[in-house]
């Protein structure tokens, strides 16, 4: 059962809004409506023109269509010069009421383009029916639309799908910044002359869901930002820091320890990446969990890791250190480490047990563990378990910096403007990250 439908009007030889009407509209959705038992869905009329090489010079008017436009019966119109900026509006307007199930009423010949575009610019959250658009109403009934049945209808080839693709891209690179200009916070403790480095926050991006706004750097299928979106925030990210976005590799997290050295087979999930490679960018993301960034300037290696709280009790930092020795011969007294924006234990806490394991590490990592839930503090066990692993701890940055320019390991909770946070936000959340590259 729908809580939407969106009707596709386009149409390769004329207005695409020939022959129908309000009433005509309104109709047919009875019918549907009739038919296959939804209650009031939310309905949007979408006109648009075709694809940069399909399209005909027709200037697409608002005026046009906008007898169409009837909240009052329960539908509205999105009217724009090409599929992909009808589409992305459309989806705003879902995610606004929070609709995750469309059916999709289009012309059989637009149905193979109108998935492909849906494939891109949404994720497995939504789900998605396709049916034929009937031509506008004759004599009170539906006609068929013309052509052959829509199982002789051919796929798309490789180039509409790449058509497709390029068209979304060069329509998201035009979309203007959110929340700001794009900030990336750098340490004064990895020299810049070696390495490229820094944590991103929420501005500079063009994610626009609240929980996601808007420089979110991380898509799954339980999220509302799909892969494109996030892409062209990681484009803006690699511009402004000066990397090629192909070079980029992040942790594929699983809340442990595993850590991939880069040249070796690539494990299907891990917390830490070390490489010695110039220009190849790796990165850890963080929403609470903290992301840490390693650094030895002598054997010009570097790692990051994403450490979560399970990740710091089974060590991953160390790991991660413990990789670059191995595999790089770095001096641990060498290593630099920074500790980015993470959860602090005013906002997090844990059950007894949990936590116990955190004051086993240092009983000042744990505050109330008498209470049924404790507050812990990871980024205190961190250090705590770096120190004991041998790095040197004027080598480590965390929040007991006393320089407030400097001090940018900040509760990611606690400051909902300047970064994500699963604990605040919930299941929809935005990710940052912590970034670091050996420079050429």
């Given at each position: 059962m729908a809580n939407a439908v969106l009707i596709d009007l386009k149409s390769e030889r004329e207005a695409p809004w020939e022959g129908w009407t309000p009433e005509s509209v309104i109709r047919m959705l009875e019918m549907l409506w009739k038919d296959n038992g939804s209650q009031d869905p939310w309905v949007c009329i979408m006109c648009c023109q075709s694809l940069p090489s399909e399209r005909s010079g027709e200037d697409v008017?608002?005026?046009?269509?906008?007898?169409?436009?009837?909240?009052?019966?329960?539908?509205?119109?999105v009217c724009a010069r090409s599929t992909v900026a009808a589409l992305y509006a459309v989806k705003q307007k879902l995610d606004e009421k929070d609709i995750n199930r469309v059916q999709v009423l289009s012309p059989p010949h637009r149905k193979a383009f109108m998935r492909a575009?849906?494939?891109?610019?949404?994720?497995?959250?939504?789900?998605?029916?396709?049916?034929?658009?009937?031509?506008?109403?004759?004599?009170?009934?539906?006609?068929?639309?013309?052509?052959?049945?829509?199982?002789?209808?051919?796929?798309?080839?490789?180039?509409?799908?790449?058509?497709?693709?390029?068209?979304i891209k060069m329509y998201l690179e035009t979309l203007p910044a959110l929340k700001g200009e794009l900030r990336i916070l750098r340490s004064?403790?990895?020299?810049?002359?070696?390495?490229?480095?820094g944590f991103t926050t929420r501005a500079g991006g063009i994610s626009y869901i609240p929980t996601l706004s808007a420089f979110n750097l991380f898509s799954s299928s339980k999220r509302r930002d799909p892969p494109v979106v996030v892409q062209e925030n990681l484009r803006r990210l690699a511009v402004?820091?000066?990397?090629?976005?192909?070079?980029?590799?992040?942790?594929?997290?699983?809340?442990?320890?595993?850590?991939?050295?880069?040249?070796?087979?690539?494990?299907?999930?891990?917390?830490?990446?070390?490489?010695?490679?110039?220009?190849?960018?790796?990165?850890?993301?963080?929403?609470?969990?903290i992301p840490v960034l390693f650094a030895d300037p002598v054997r010009k290696a570097c790692g990051a890791a994403h450490s979560g709280w399970q990740g710091t009790l089974l060590g991953v930092s160390m790991a991660t250190v413990n990789a670059m020795a191995t595999e790089y011969g770095c001096r641990v007294e060498d290593i630099l480490v920074v500790l980015g924006p993470s959860v602090g234990p005013c906002c997090f806490t844990l059950p007894q047990e949990s936590a116990e394991q955190f004051h086993r590490?240092?009983?000042?990592?744990?505050?109330?563990?008498?209470?049924?839930?404790?507050?812990?503090?990871?980024?205190?066990?961190?250090?705590?378990?770096?120190?004991?692993?041998?790095?040197?701890?004027?080598?480590?940055?965390?929040?007991?910096?006393m320089d407030p320019s400097q001090n940018f390991t900040l509760c990611t909770a606690c400051h909902p403007e300047q970064f994500y946070s699963h604990i605040r936000d919930g299941e929809n959340f935005g990710t940052q990250i912590g970034f670091i590259a050996i420079k050429d």
């Open positions: 008017s608002h005026a046009a269509v906008q007898g169409f436009h009837c909240p009052e019966q329960g539908f509205e119109v575009f849906v494939d891109q610019l949404f994720t497995s959250v939504y789900k998605f029916e396709f049916n034929d658009l009937p031509l506008p109403l004759e004599a009170g009934s539906l006609r068929q639309s013309p052509g052959p049945p829509k199982e002789f209808l051919p796929p798309l080839t490789g180039q509409d799908v790449g058509r497709i693709q390029r068209e004064e403790r990895i020299p810049d002359d070696l390495f490229l480095h402004a820091a000066g990397f090629d976005p192909q070079t980029y590799h992040s942790i594929k997290v699983n809340h442990a320890s595993d850590v991939w050295v880069m040249g070796k087979a690539q494990p299907e999930s891990y917390d830490g990446i070390v490489t010695n490679q110039t220009g190849v960018v790796i990165a850890a993301p963080g929403a609470d969990c590490i240092d009983p000042k990592c744990v505050r109330h563990l008498e209470s049924s839930r404790p507050s812990v503090d990871i980024r205190r066990a961190t250090r705590a378990l770096l120190e004991a692993g041998g790095i040197l701890p004027q080598n480590i940055q965390d929040d007991s910096v």
